[in-house]
Protein backbone atom coordinates (compact mmCIF):
# COMPACT_ATOMS: atom_id res chain seq x y z
CA UNK A 1 0.00 0.00 0.00
CA UNK A 2 1.09 3.51 -0.58
CA UNK A 3 1.55 6.36 1.38
CA UNK A 4 -1.14 8.13 -0.28
CA UNK A 5 -3.24 5.37 0.93
CA UNK A 6 -2.23 5.85 4.40
CA UNK A 7 -3.26 9.28 4.37
CA UNK A 8 -6.17 8.92 2.56
CA UNK A 9 -7.28 6.99 5.96
CA UNK A 10 -4.98 8.98 8.34
CA UNK A 11 -7.92 11.38 7.04
CA UNK A 12 -10.82 10.20 8.68
CA UNK A 13 -8.95 9.96 12.49
CA UNK A 14 -9.63 13.51 13.38
CA UNK A 15 -13.42 12.77 12.54
CA UNK A 16 -13.27 10.03 14.91
CA UNK A 17 -11.73 11.69 17.37
CA UNK A 18 -14.31 14.42 17.36
CA UNK A 19 -17.12 12.22 17.55
CA UNK A 20 -15.78 10.32 20.29
CA UNK A 21 -14.73 13.00 22.09
CA UNK A 22 -17.83 15.10 21.57
CA UNK A 23 -20.37 13.07 22.05
CA UNK A 24 -18.45 10.91 25.35
CA UNK A 25 -18.19 15.11 26.27
CA UNK A 26 -22.34 15.57 25.58
CA UNK A 27 -22.75 12.47 27.30
CA UNK A 28 -20.44 12.99 30.29
CA UNK A 29 -22.73 16.38 30.92
CA UNK A 30 -26.10 15.43 29.88
CA UNK A 31 -26.10 12.54 32.13
CA UNK A 32 -25.59 14.12 35.29
CA UNK A 33 -29.24 15.83 35.08
CA UNK A 34 -30.16 12.86 33.89
CA UNK A 35 -29.39 10.75 36.75
CA UNK A 36 -30.48 13.36 38.96
CA UNK A 37 -34.40 13.20 37.12
CA UNK A 38 -33.82 9.27 37.60
CA UNK A 39 -33.12 9.53 41.22
CA UNK A 40 -35.29 12.47 41.52
CA UNK A 41 -37.96 12.08 44.83
CA UNK A 42 -41.17 13.36 42.37
CA UNK A 43 -42.66 10.09 40.99
CA UNK A 44 -43.20 11.42 37.37
CA UNK A 45 -39.99 12.54 36.83
CA UNK A 46 -38.44 9.30 38.06
CA UNK A 47 -40.43 7.28 35.73
CA UNK A 48 -40.08 9.93 32.54
CA UNK A 49 -36.13 9.75 33.03
CA UNK A 50 -36.32 5.98 33.45
CA UNK A 51 -38.12 5.94 30.06
CA UNK A 52 -36.39 7.64 28.52
CA UNK A 53 -33.32 6.05 28.95
CA UNK A 54 -34.64 2.40 28.42
CA UNK A 55 -35.95 4.18 24.94
CA UNK A 56 -32.67 5.75 24.12
CA UNK A 57 -30.66 2.40 24.95
CA UNK A 58 -33.62 0.13 24.01
CA UNK A 59 -32.81 0.99 19.83
CA UNK A 60 -29.36 0.62 17.89
CA UNK A 61 -26.88 3.31 17.27
CA UNK A 62 -27.38 3.12 13.65
CA UNK A 63 -31.40 3.63 13.65
CA UNK A 64 -30.94 6.69 16.09
CA UNK A 65 -28.39 8.10 13.42
CA UNK A 66 -30.93 7.45 10.43
CA UNK A 67 -33.91 8.56 12.54
CA UNK A 68 -32.07 12.13 13.17
CA UNK A 69 -30.02 12.64 9.99
CA UNK A 70 -32.55 10.62 7.03
CA UNK A 71 -36.49 11.13 9.22
CA UNK A 72 -35.44 14.63 11.17
CA UNK A 73 -32.59 16.05 9.02
CA UNK A 74 -35.01 15.67 5.83
CA UNK A 75 -38.21 16.93 7.11
CA UNK A 76 -37.86 18.79 10.16
CA UNK A 77 -34.60 20.67 9.96
CA UNK A 78 -31.65 20.49 7.86
CA UNK A 79 -28.47 18.56 9.99
CA UNK A 80 -25.10 17.94 8.62
CA UNK A 81 -24.16 14.25 8.73
CA UNK A 82 -21.40 15.24 11.39
CA UNK A 83 -23.76 16.82 13.65
CA UNK A 84 -26.13 14.30 13.33
CA UNK A 85 -23.59 11.88 14.46
CA UNK A 86 -23.16 13.76 17.07
CA UNK A 87 -26.15 14.33 18.55
CA UNK A 88 -27.62 10.39 18.30
CA UNK A 89 -24.11 9.47 19.72
CA UNK A 90 -24.20 12.07 22.65
CA UNK A 91 -28.16 10.71 23.08
CA UNK A 92 -27.13 7.26 23.76
CA UNK A 93 -23.93 8.50 25.74
CA UNK A 94 -25.94 10.46 27.95
CA UNK A 95 -28.15 7.77 28.88
CA UNK A 96 -25.58 5.27 29.50
CA UNK A 97 -23.23 7.55 31.15
CA UNK A 98 -26.63 8.10 33.26
CA UNK A 99 -26.74 4.12 34.33
CA UNK A 100 -22.80 4.36 35.12
CA UNK A 101 -22.99 7.66 37.74
CA UNK A 102 -26.54 5.81 38.71
CA UNK A 103 -24.43 2.29 39.66
CA UNK A 104 -21.63 4.55 41.07
CA UNK A 105 -23.99 6.42 43.39
CA UNK A 106 -25.26 3.05 44.38
CA UNK A 107 -22.08 2.13 45.69
CA UNK A 108 -21.76 4.71 47.94
CA UNK A 109 -22.59 3.93 51.87
CA UNK A 110 -25.37 5.24 53.40
CA UNK A 111 -23.52 6.08 55.88
CA UNK A 112 -22.02 8.67 53.91
CA UNK A 113 -25.03 10.32 53.08
CA UNK A 114 -26.46 10.27 56.84
CA UNK A 115 -22.78 11.71 58.11
CA UNK A 116 -23.52 14.60 55.51
CA UNK A 117 -27.44 15.06 56.87
CA UNK A 118 -25.85 15.00 60.38
CA UNK A 119 -23.10 17.38 60.36
CA UNK A 120 -25.54 19.70 58.55
CA UNK A 121 -23.22 19.78 55.42
CA UNK A 122 -26.40 21.02 53.15
CA UNK A 123 -27.43 19.27 49.47
CA UNK A 124 -24.79 20.82 47.54
CA UNK A 125 -22.08 20.13 49.88
CA UNK A 126 -22.80 16.73 50.49
CA UNK A 127 -23.41 16.39 46.37
CA UNK A 128 -19.78 18.61 45.33
CA UNK A 129 -17.83 17.59 48.57
CA UNK A 130 -18.93 14.02 49.56
CA UNK A 131 -20.77 11.96 47.12
CA UNK A 132 -19.79 13.23 43.90
CA UNK A 133 -15.97 12.87 43.84
CA UNK A 134 -16.25 9.42 45.68
CA UNK A 135 -18.65 8.71 43.10
CA UNK A 136 -16.51 9.95 40.85
CA UNK A 137 -13.70 7.57 41.81
CA UNK A 138 -16.20 4.84 41.05
CA UNK A 139 -17.68 5.44 38.03
CA UNK A 140 -13.96 6.21 36.32
CA UNK A 141 -13.09 2.52 35.37
CA UNK A 142 -16.98 1.85 34.03
CA UNK A 143 -16.91 5.43 31.89
CA UNK A 144 -13.15 4.82 30.84
CA UNK A 145 -14.35 1.53 29.01
CA UNK A 146 -17.41 2.97 27.70
CA UNK A 147 -15.61 5.93 26.00
CA UNK A 148 -13.80 3.16 24.56
CA UNK A 149 -16.80 1.47 23.32
CA UNK A 150 -18.29 4.82 22.18
CA UNK A 151 -14.89 5.13 20.04
CA UNK A 152 -15.75 1.92 18.41
CA UNK A 153 -19.29 2.66 18.10
CA UNK A 154 -18.64 5.82 16.43
CA UNK A 155 -17.96 3.62 12.80
CA UNK A 156 -21.71 3.98 12.55
CA UNK A 157 -21.59 7.54 11.33
CA UNK A 158 -19.78 6.12 8.00
CA UNK A 159 -23.25 4.70 7.26
CA UNK A 160 -24.27 8.63 7.15
CA UNK A 161 -21.82 10.12 5.43
CA UNK A 162 -19.34 11.23 7.95
CA UNK A 163 -15.96 10.10 6.70
CA UNK A 164 -14.24 8.86 9.51
CA UNK A 165 -12.13 6.35 9.93
CA UNK A 166 -14.38 3.36 9.00
CA UNK A 167 -15.80 5.57 5.89
CA UNK A 168 -12.52 6.18 4.65
CA UNK A 169 -11.07 2.84 4.60
CA UNK A 170 -14.47 2.03 2.78
CA UNK A 171 -13.99 4.15 0.02
CA UNK A 172 -9.86 3.41 -0.22
CA UNK A 173 -10.95 -0.73 -0.25
CA UNK A 174 -13.27 0.02 -2.99
CA UNK A 175 -10.54 1.79 -5.09
CA UNK A 176 -7.81 0.03 -5.10
CA UNK A 177 -9.87 -3.60 -4.44
CA UNK A 178 -7.38 -4.25 -1.37
CA UNK A 179 -9.92 -4.65 1.52
CA UNK A 180 -8.11 -7.17 3.91
CA UNK A 181 -4.86 -4.68 4.28
CA UNK A 182 -6.74 -1.46 3.89
CA UNK A 183 -9.15 -2.68 7.13
CA UNK A 184 -6.66 -4.49 8.86
CA UNK A 185 -4.70 -1.04 8.80
CA UNK A 186 -7.62 0.52 10.00
CA UNK A 187 -8.89 -1.80 12.68
CA UNK A 188 -4.92 -0.87 13.82
CA UNK A 189 -6.26 2.82 14.13
CA UNK A 190 -8.72 1.55 16.38
CA UNK A 191 -6.35 -0.27 18.73
CA UNK A 192 -3.80 2.85 18.95
CA UNK A 193 -6.88 5.09 19.64
CA UNK A 194 -7.47 2.75 22.66
CA UNK A 195 -4.31 2.46 24.15
CA UNK A 196 -4.62 5.68 25.68
CA UNK A 197 -7.67 5.80 26.99
CA UNK A 198 -6.86 2.71 28.57
CA UNK A 199 -4.05 3.64 29.82
CA UNK A 200 -4.95 6.85 31.23
CA UNK A 201 -7.80 5.03 33.15
CA UNK A 202 -5.25 2.57 35.12
CA UNK A 203 -3.43 5.70 36.28
CA UNK A 204 -5.94 7.69 37.25
CA UNK A 205 -7.24 4.60 39.19
CA UNK A 206 -4.21 3.72 40.78
CA UNK A 207 -3.41 7.22 41.75
CA UNK A 208 -7.02 7.84 43.67
CA UNK A 209 -6.53 4.16 44.90
CA UNK A 210 -3.29 5.24 46.36
CA UNK A 211 -4.70 8.36 47.65
CA UNK A 212 -7.70 7.17 49.23
CA UNK A 213 -6.04 3.30 50.55
CA UNK A 214 -9.47 2.23 51.61
CA UNK B 1 -2.40 4.79 72.29
CA UNK B 2 -0.42 7.41 69.78
CA UNK B 3 -0.12 10.14 72.25
CA UNK B 4 -3.69 10.03 74.09
CA UNK B 5 -3.38 11.58 77.11
CA UNK B 6 -6.52 9.80 78.41
CA UNK B 7 -6.98 6.78 80.61
CA UNK B 8 -10.38 4.28 81.88
CA UNK B 9 -9.82 5.25 85.77
CA UNK B 10 -12.59 3.58 87.79
CA UNK B 11 -15.47 5.00 89.63
CA UNK B 12 -17.58 8.05 89.10
CA UNK B 13 -16.05 10.96 87.07
CA UNK B 14 -15.45 13.58 90.32
CA UNK B 15 -17.53 16.09 88.52
CA UNK B 16 -21.21 17.42 90.08
CA UNK B 17 -23.65 18.08 87.77
CA UNK B 18 -23.32 22.14 88.54
CA UNK B 19 -19.88 22.47 88.37
CA UNK B 20 -20.38 20.16 85.08
CA UNK B 21 -22.77 23.01 83.61
CA UNK B 22 -19.98 25.89 85.15
CA UNK B 23 -17.57 24.02 82.49
CA UNK B 24 -19.86 24.50 79.74
CA UNK B 25 -20.49 28.16 80.91
CA UNK B 26 -24.05 27.24 80.88
CA UNK B 27 -26.26 29.47 83.74
CA UNK B 28 -25.89 27.64 87.15
CA UNK B 29 -28.74 29.11 88.55
CA UNK B 30 -30.47 26.19 90.16
CA UNK B 31 -34.02 27.18 88.32
CA UNK B 32 -32.41 27.32 84.89
CA UNK B 33 -30.54 24.87 85.36
CA UNK B 34 -33.29 22.44 86.06
CA UNK B 35 -35.05 22.60 82.79
CA UNK B 36 -34.17 20.06 80.52
CA UNK B 37 -31.99 20.08 77.08
CA UNK B 38 -33.66 17.98 75.59
CA UNK B 39 -37.27 16.50 75.97
CA UNK B 40 -39.07 14.15 73.89
CA UNK B 41 -43.04 13.92 74.17
CA UNK B 42 -45.12 10.75 73.23
CA UNK B 43 -42.93 10.35 70.28
CA UNK B 44 -43.42 7.07 68.18
CA UNK B 45 -42.08 5.61 65.00
CA UNK B 46 -43.85 3.33 62.89
CA UNK B 47 -42.26 1.39 59.72
CA UNK B 48 -45.69 -0.27 57.93
CA UNK B 49 -47.51 -1.44 60.91
CA UNK B 50 -44.37 -1.97 62.70
CA UNK B 51 -44.37 -0.16 65.93
CA UNK B 52 -40.76 0.28 66.56
CA UNK B 53 -41.15 3.69 69.15
CA UNK B 54 -44.23 3.55 71.35
CA UNK B 55 -44.70 6.70 72.75
CA UNK B 56 -41.24 7.17 74.27
CA UNK B 57 -41.64 10.49 76.93
CA UNK B 58 -37.68 11.52 77.40
CA UNK B 59 -36.22 14.59 79.82
CA UNK B 60 -32.33 14.75 79.50
CA UNK B 61 -30.46 17.46 82.05
CA UNK B 62 -27.99 19.69 80.55
CA UNK B 63 -24.62 17.77 81.49
CA UNK B 64 -26.48 14.34 81.72
CA UNK B 65 -25.01 11.75 80.47
CA UNK B 66 -27.79 9.12 79.57
CA UNK B 67 -27.11 4.91 78.36
CA UNK B 68 -29.61 3.28 76.61
CA UNK B 69 -29.60 -0.16 76.58
CA UNK B 70 -31.54 -3.23 75.21
CA UNK B 71 -32.01 -6.35 73.17
CA UNK B 72 -31.64 -6.00 69.58
CA UNK B 73 -34.07 -4.61 67.90
CA UNK B 74 -35.89 -2.46 70.95
CA UNK B 75 -36.14 0.43 69.05
CA UNK B 76 -32.69 2.08 70.37
CA UNK B 77 -30.93 3.58 67.13
CA UNK B 78 -34.49 4.16 65.88
CA UNK B 79 -34.62 6.95 69.02
CA UNK B 80 -31.53 8.66 68.97
CA UNK B 81 -32.04 8.88 64.58
CA UNK B 82 -35.55 10.05 65.27
CA UNK B 83 -33.92 13.09 68.00
CA UNK B 84 -31.95 14.49 65.30
CA UNK B 85 -34.33 13.54 62.48
CA UNK B 86 -32.50 11.59 60.45
CA UNK B 87 -35.35 9.26 60.51
CA UNK B 88 -38.23 11.58 60.98
CA UNK B 89 -40.78 10.46 64.00
CA UNK B 90 -44.57 9.94 63.00
CA UNK B 91 -45.96 10.73 66.06
CA UNK B 92 -44.91 13.17 69.32
CA UNK B 93 -42.76 15.86 69.66
CA UNK B 94 -39.12 16.66 70.05
CA UNK B 95 -37.71 19.42 71.88
CA UNK B 96 -34.11 20.47 72.16
CA UNK B 97 -33.19 23.84 74.12
CA UNK B 98 -35.40 26.32 72.19
CA UNK B 99 -36.44 24.16 69.29
CA UNK B 100 -39.40 22.30 69.13
CA UNK B 101 -40.41 20.43 66.22
CA UNK B 102 -43.87 18.06 65.54
CA UNK B 103 -43.80 15.01 64.28
CA UNK B 104 -47.41 15.72 62.89
CA UNK B 105 -46.23 18.62 60.71
CA UNK B 106 -43.59 18.42 57.92
CA UNK B 107 -40.38 20.06 59.16
CA UNK B 108 -39.29 22.85 56.74
CA UNK B 109 -35.22 22.40 55.63
CA UNK B 110 -34.43 25.46 57.90
CA UNK B 111 -36.04 24.03 60.92
CA UNK B 112 -34.15 20.85 60.94
CA UNK B 113 -30.73 22.85 59.62
CA UNK B 114 -31.44 24.43 63.00
CA UNK B 115 -32.26 21.19 65.17
CA UNK B 116 -29.21 19.28 63.60
CA UNK B 117 -26.95 22.19 64.55
CA UNK B 118 -27.30 21.45 68.23
CA UNK B 119 -26.91 18.10 67.57
CA UNK B 120 -23.65 16.01 67.26
CA UNK B 121 -23.75 12.15 66.08
CA UNK B 122 -21.38 9.26 66.40
CA UNK B 123 -22.10 6.38 64.25
CA UNK B 124 -21.19 2.28 64.82
CA UNK B 125 -19.35 2.44 61.50
CA UNK B 126 -17.50 6.09 61.91
CA UNK B 127 -18.82 7.25 58.56
CA UNK B 128 -15.90 9.71 57.91
CA UNK B 129 -14.95 10.80 54.31
CA UNK B 130 -12.60 8.24 53.03
CA UNK B 131 -11.36 10.49 50.63
CA UNK B 132 -10.73 13.60 52.14
CA UNK B 133 -7.73 13.55 54.71
CA UNK B 134 -8.40 13.58 58.48
CA UNK B 135 -7.89 17.43 59.05
CA UNK B 136 -10.22 17.86 56.64
CA UNK B 137 -12.83 15.59 58.03
CA UNK B 138 -13.02 17.32 60.75
CA UNK B 139 -13.20 20.72 59.25
CA UNK B 140 -15.70 20.44 56.28
CA UNK B 141 -18.63 21.36 58.17
CA UNK B 142 -17.22 23.81 60.25
CA UNK B 143 -16.98 25.94 56.85
CA UNK B 144 -20.23 24.44 55.22
CA UNK B 145 -22.59 24.50 58.13
CA UNK B 146 -21.17 26.96 60.44
CA UNK B 147 -19.57 28.95 57.65
CA UNK B 148 -16.07 29.26 59.45
CA UNK B 149 -12.97 30.48 57.35
CA UNK B 150 -10.40 27.29 56.52
CA UNK B 151 -8.05 28.83 59.03
CA UNK B 152 -10.71 28.93 61.54
CA UNK B 153 -11.84 25.36 61.00
CA UNK B 154 -8.94 24.26 60.80
CA UNK B 155 -7.30 25.94 64.31
CA UNK B 156 -10.42 24.01 66.07
CA UNK B 157 -9.82 20.89 63.79
CA UNK B 158 -6.45 20.85 65.28
CA UNK B 159 -7.34 21.29 69.14
CA UNK B 160 -10.05 19.01 68.82
CA UNK B 161 -7.81 16.20 67.17
CA UNK B 162 -4.91 16.97 69.87
CA UNK B 163 -7.69 16.50 72.57
CA UNK B 164 -8.64 12.98 71.32
CA UNK B 165 -4.69 12.12 70.71
CA UNK B 166 -4.90 12.28 67.00
CA UNK B 167 -2.72 15.54 66.12
CA UNK B 168 -0.28 13.68 64.59
CA UNK B 169 -2.58 11.87 62.05
CA UNK B 170 -4.35 15.04 60.55
CA UNK B 171 -2.71 14.49 57.21
CA UNK B 172 -3.09 11.09 56.74
CA UNK B 173 -6.28 9.76 55.28
CA UNK B 174 -8.78 7.82 57.18
CA UNK B 175 -8.14 4.41 55.78
CA UNK B 176 -5.13 4.51 56.98
CA UNK B 177 -6.38 4.75 60.68
CA UNK B 178 -7.23 1.73 63.46
CA UNK B 179 -11.06 1.75 63.99
CA UNK B 180 -10.62 3.11 66.94
CA UNK B 181 -8.39 6.04 65.72
CA UNK B 182 -11.34 6.83 62.99
CA UNK B 183 -14.15 6.34 66.27
CA UNK B 184 -12.21 8.99 67.81
CA UNK B 185 -11.58 11.05 64.88
CA UNK B 186 -15.46 10.95 63.88
CA UNK B 187 -16.27 12.28 67.91
CA UNK B 188 -13.26 15.50 67.09
CA UNK B 189 -15.70 15.89 63.91
CA UNK B 190 -19.06 15.98 65.16
CA UNK B 191 -17.61 17.98 68.40
CA UNK B 192 -16.46 20.66 66.04
CA UNK B 193 -19.75 22.03 64.94
CA UNK B 194 -20.50 22.81 69.10
CA UNK B 195 -23.08 20.69 69.48
CA UNK B 196 -24.90 20.97 73.02
CA UNK B 197 -25.79 17.48 72.67
CA UNK B 198 -23.66 14.74 71.64
CA UNK B 199 -25.93 11.31 70.36
CA UNK B 200 -23.78 7.72 70.30
CA UNK B 201 -25.04 5.08 68.56
CA UNK B 202 -22.77 1.66 69.92
CA UNK B 203 -19.87 3.45 68.78
CA UNK B 204 -17.43 0.74 69.94
CA UNK B 205 -19.29 -2.22 68.71
CA UNK B 206 -17.69 -2.94 65.74
CA UNK B 207 -14.05 -2.25 67.40
CA UNK B 208 -12.07 -4.88 69.06
CA UNK B 209 -12.28 -4.34 73.05
CA UNK B 210 -9.11 -2.78 73.06
CA UNK B 211 -9.60 -0.37 70.40
CA UNK B 212 -13.25 0.15 72.01
CA UNK B 213 -11.21 0.83 75.06
CA UNK B 214 -9.87 4.07 73.52
CA UNK B 215 -13.14 5.39 72.54
CA UNK B 216 -14.50 4.63 75.56
CA UNK B 217 -11.78 6.82 77.08
CA UNK B 218 -12.48 9.72 74.92
CA UNK B 219 -16.05 9.35 75.75
CA UNK B 220 -15.59 9.56 79.79
CA UNK B 221 -13.34 12.40 79.57
CA UNK B 222 -15.77 14.49 77.37
CA UNK B 223 -18.38 13.58 79.55
CA UNK B 224 -16.18 15.06 82.30
CA UNK B 225 -16.20 18.30 80.39
CA UNK B 226 -19.83 18.66 81.34
CA UNK B 227 -21.37 17.45 77.56
CA UNK B 228 -25.10 16.20 77.63
CA UNK B 229 -24.40 12.94 75.94
CA UNK B 230 -27.18 9.77 75.13
CA UNK B 231 -25.12 6.71 74.48
CA UNK B 232 -26.51 3.57 73.07
CA UNK B 233 -24.41 1.08 74.21
CA UNK B 234 -23.71 -2.69 75.03
CA UNK B 235 -20.48 -1.46 77.20
CA UNK B 236 -22.26 -2.53 80.92
CA UNK B 237 -19.09 -0.67 82.71
CA UNK B 238 -19.64 2.51 80.78
CA UNK B 239 -23.72 2.61 81.60
CA UNK B 240 -22.72 2.06 84.90
CA UNK B 241 -19.85 4.20 85.83
CA UNK B 242 -19.62 6.81 83.43
CA UNK B 243 -23.36 7.46 82.97
CA UNK B 244 -25.86 9.63 85.54
CA UNK B 245 -28.88 7.80 83.95
CA UNK B 246 -29.51 3.93 82.42
CA UNK B 247 -32.36 3.55 80.82
CA UNK B 248 -33.63 0.02 79.28
CA UNK B 249 -35.55 -0.40 76.11
CA UNK B 250 -37.60 -2.80 75.31
CA UNK B 251 -40.32 -3.59 72.37
CA UNK B 252 -39.80 0.49 71.20
CA UNK B 253 -40.78 1.26 74.78
CA UNK B 254 -39.11 2.70 77.96
CA UNK B 255 -38.93 -0.43 80.50
CA UNK B 256 -37.04 1.21 83.42
CA UNK B 257 -34.90 4.51 83.89
CA UNK B 258 -32.87 5.86 86.72
CA UNK B 259 -29.72 6.30 88.24
CA UNK B 260 -27.23 4.34 86.56
CA UNK B 261 -25.83 2.57 89.86
CA UNK B 262 -29.82 1.88 91.01
CA UNK B 263 -30.56 0.46 87.24
CA UNK B 264 -27.30 -1.64 86.86
CA UNK B 265 -26.95 -3.32 90.38
CA UNK B 266 -30.42 -3.32 91.69
CA UNK B 267 -32.85 -3.10 88.78
CA UNK B 268 -36.40 -2.99 89.74
CA UNK B 269 -38.56 -5.01 86.83
CA UNK B 270 -38.29 -8.27 86.06
CA UNK B 271 -37.45 -7.87 82.48
CA UNK B 272 -34.69 -5.37 83.32
CA UNK B 273 -33.30 -8.32 85.56
CA UNK B 274 -33.52 -10.89 82.61
CA UNK B 275 -31.97 -8.44 80.76
CA UNK B 276 -29.01 -8.14 82.32
CA UNK B 277 -28.20 -11.32 83.05
CA UNK B 278 -28.56 -12.55 79.67
CA UNK B 279 -26.01 -9.86 79.12
CA UNK B 280 -23.75 -10.69 81.83
CA UNK B 281 -23.25 -14.64 80.96
CA UNK B 282 -22.27 -13.61 77.59
N1 LIG C 1 -35.65 1.57 57.71
C1 LIG C 1 -36.35 0.60 58.33
N2 LIG C 1 -37.37 -0.04 57.72
C2 LIG C 1 -38.07 -0.99 58.34
N3 LIG C 1 -37.84 -1.42 59.58
C3 LIG C 1 -36.85 -0.86 60.26
C4 LIG C 1 -36.04 0.19 59.68
N4 LIG C 1 -35.13 0.57 60.59
C5 LIG C 1 -35.35 -0.18 61.68
N5 LIG C 1 -36.37 -1.04 61.49
C6 LIG C 1 -36.90 -1.98 62.47
O1 LIG C 1 -37.15 -1.27 63.65
C7 LIG C 1 -36.82 -2.05 64.78
C8 LIG C 1 -35.91 -1.30 65.69
O2 LIG C 1 -34.67 -1.08 65.04
P1 LIG C 1 -33.47 -0.36 65.73
O3 LIG C 1 -32.38 -0.34 64.75
O4 LIG C 1 -33.93 0.94 66.28
O5 LIG C 1 -33.14 -1.35 66.93
P2 LIG C 1 -31.92 -1.32 67.92
O6 LIG C 1 -32.51 -1.32 69.30
O7 LIG C 1 -31.00 -0.22 67.58
O8 LIG C 1 -31.24 -2.72 67.67
P3 LIG C 1 -29.68 -3.12 67.64
O9 LIG C 1 -29.27 -3.34 69.06
O10 LIG C 1 -29.66 -4.38 66.85
O11 LIG C 1 -28.95 -2.02 66.96
C9 LIG C 1 -36.25 -3.36 64.26
O12 LIG C 1 -37.25 -4.33 64.33
C10 LIG C 1 -35.90 -3.04 62.83
O13 LIG C 1 -36.05 -4.19 62.04
MG1 LIG D 1 -29.03 -0.12 66.79
Not at chain 2, 170 to 196: K, V
Request: aromatic share 6%; net charge neutral; glycine share 8%.
Amino acid sequence: MSTADLFAILRGLPWTVALTLGAFLAGAVLGVPLVAARQSRILPVRFVAMIFIQIVRGIPPILWLFIIFFGLGMSVFPISPFNAAIAGLGLIAAANMAEIYRGALASIHFGQWEASLALNLGRWSTLTDVVAPQAFRVALPSAASYLIGLMKETAVASTIGVSELAFQGNQLSQLTFRGLEVFALVGMFYILLSLPVAWLSRVADSYLQAKVAR
Amino acid sequence: MDGAVLHLGSGKPTMTEDDALAAKGAPSEKGQARKPLIKLDKLSKHYGNHTVLDGIDLEVMPGEVLAIIGPSGSGKSTLLRCINYLEPPDGGHVTIGDISLNAAAAAGRSELSTLRRSVGMVFQSFNLFPHMTVLRNVSLAQERALGRSRKNADERSMQLLSRVGLADKAEQFPGRCSGGQQQRIAIARALALDPDVMLFDEPTSALDPELGLEVLAVMRELAETGMTMIVVTHEMSFAENVSDTVMIMADGKIIEKGPSQDVMRNPQQERTKRFLRAVHDR
